[in-house]
């Protein structure tokens, strides 16, 4: 079926392109019927004798069935990382550990294409995402960190940096390739061994992670990779066996955890949620700062926890960007995830997009003006038109929670610091954005805003070198660059 892809120039446009077809091929793409629990390097039926299906968001068909990892499955997967770091691992020469992770990473490059296909079948996001960022960002994490292998004494001057043994590590399902990569990756490279789990509704990248892993020919037991939901979670966390614990996702999940490893002498990090706002000055230029907020909350279906999702415009040139957003909203295309003309694709699950759904509600009867692009969305799979809010106040909830959803909420300011005391005012700080032509208000932005990371004229940048984390309830600790590396290392 033919797609309709509206011009983006003109403002009050008539007219619009039409986009043929551009599907990438899943002819590559090996996936089993079934996958088991990967434990002490091979796959292995779990002892709780449970799988559960992973489905395809975008057409609500079954990809796969996968392993239910119970209490004994995660008991033997830590026991497999213990002797695998007491055995081998811990002792291995830093140099030779260095090489592993280099082999992974070079495998993720030659089989980026398949992982790319897979990352955007099982989670819904755009092939051009999971093809250009997800995949080649996370390979170089794994560059990244296998180049601090041999040098950790160089990240602890003066210290003698020792690993911390069996880490546990659980990840949610808007980066499920990227966030395995930013939890294995610096765990490895200090020497520590690993029990993953990925989040149950995109387990697939992973557990090819898990094959490229027994190429790279690592020792058994260094990473093992489990399935399961919230249970096989906590199990984790909880088992005795397990040091440290890194885990992403939600900020309710976040305080959980914490409160479960009060006292228990166990090290934690957590990367949990946010509500970034994004600041547009009258002397920004405006076409270029509304390409950043369209990127910055409709980029991978607004399901990423640095998102833009608040704007905040001076009120000089509130008309015009919301003018401006509106018309660009109706030229993106939502659609199949696999089409590379794709710029929205589709929700997660059923469960988030009526989450997303609650909130267009909350958001209407709070008295917000709702504008939704008019295109039409596939009769089958979970999707979202991309949404935004005016006449909303910061009491508004949608202002102050979390959606994780393609739904930005539009404030207006006068001064810089009527708006500095509004984005701040949230229990939130991982991210912001701020758009000026003024280097000094960047620094004053910057230096103000209660945000672990906060980009001036783009959004939504990455890097394995840059660290990433927030403050306040959006988490604690730092992954990426050398931030990253250290809550890995003891520093003896
Ligand atoms: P979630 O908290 O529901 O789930 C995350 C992971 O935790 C999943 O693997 C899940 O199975 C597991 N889990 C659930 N209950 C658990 C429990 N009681 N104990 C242990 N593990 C448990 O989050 P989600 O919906 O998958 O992900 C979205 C959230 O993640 C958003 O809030 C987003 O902002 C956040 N996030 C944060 C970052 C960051 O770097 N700060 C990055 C990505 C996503």
Redesign the pocket.
């Known amino acids: 079926m033919k797609k309709t892809k509206k011009s983006v120039t003109p403002l009050n446009f008539t007219g619009g392109w039409d986009y043929a077809p551009a599907p990438e091929s899943k002819d590559h793409v090996q996936l089993k019927d079934r996958y088991d629990l990967f434990i002490n390097g091979a796959f292995v039926k779990p002892l709780s004798g449970k799988w559960f299906d992973t489905i395809n968001p975008a057409t609500e068909k079954r990809i796969a069935a996968v392993a239910e990892a119970g209490e004994k499955d995660v008991n033997s997967a830590v026991t497999s990382a213990r002797k695998a770091y007491d055995g081998v691992w811990g002792k291995m020469p830093a140099k030779e550990r260095g090489k592993y992770i280099y082999r992974i990473a070079r495998i993720m490059q030659e089989r980026a294409r398949e992982l790319s296909v897979i990352e955007s079948m099982d989670g819904g996001k755009p092939i051009r995402e999971s093809r250009d960022i997800d995949v080649p960002l996370a390979a170089a994490h794994f560059f990244y960190y296998a180049g601090w292998a041999d040098k950790l004494a160089y990240a602890l001057p003066g210290a003698t940096p020792r690993s911390v043994g069996v880490t546990g590590q ?6 499920p390739l990227l ?1 395995a990569a930013w939890k294995i990756a610096p765990a490895l490279a200090a020497g520590n061994t690993v029990v993953l ?4 509704t995109t387990p697939l990248t992973a557990l090819k992670l898990a094959e490229i892993i027994q190429e790279a020919d690592l020792p058994p037991g260094v990473v093992n990779i489990i399935t ?3 249970t ?3 199990a ?2 909880n088992h005795p066996g397990v040091n440290k614990v890194a ?8 305080k ?2 914490q409160k479960a490893l009060a006292g228990t002498g166990k090290r934690y990090t957590l ?4 509500k970034a706002a994004n600041i547009i000055f009258e002397d920004a230029a405006i076409d270029q700062a509304v390409e950043g907020i369209i990127n910055g909350i409709f980029f991978n279906q607004g399901h ?3 998102a833009g999702s608040r704007l905040f415009v001076q009120e000089s040139v509130m008309k015009t960007v919301v003018r401006k957003l509106k018309d660009r909203l109706e030229t993106l295309v939502v659609g199949d995830p696999l089409d590379k003309n794709t710029d929205i694709g589709a929700i997660n699950s059923r469960m ?1 997009l009526e989450k997303i759904k609650k909130y267009l509600k909350i958001g209407v009867n709070e008295g917000g003006e709702m504008y939704q692009a008019a295109c039409s969305v596939p009769s089958k799979g979970f999707w979202c038109k991309p949404t935004l809010f005016t006449n909303v106040s910061q009491s508004s909830r949608i202002v102050q929670e ?1 959606i ?1 959803g393609p739904v930005l909420a539009i404030q207006s300011f006068r001064t810089l610091e009527e708006v500095i005391e509004k984005a701040n005012n949230i229990p939130y700080g ?1 991210s912001g954005g701020v758009w000026t032509d003024k280097g000094s208000r960047i620094f004053k932005v910057t230096g103000e805003l209660r945000a672990g990371v906060v980009w001036a004229n783009t959004y939504n940048k990455f890097d394995p070198t840059s660290p ?3 403050y306040k309830e ?2 604690v600790g730092r ?1 990426g660059g050398l931030h990253g590396l250290m809550p890995y290392l003891q520093h003896v």
């Open positions: 659980i990840i949610p399902w808007n980066f966030m789990k990925p989040a149950e399961g939901a919230g096989t979670g906590a984790l966390v885990f992403t996702g939600s900020t309710d999940v976040g959980i955890i990367e949990l949620g946010g990423v926890c640095c988030q979390e994780f991982l990433f984390g927030g959006s988490g992954e």
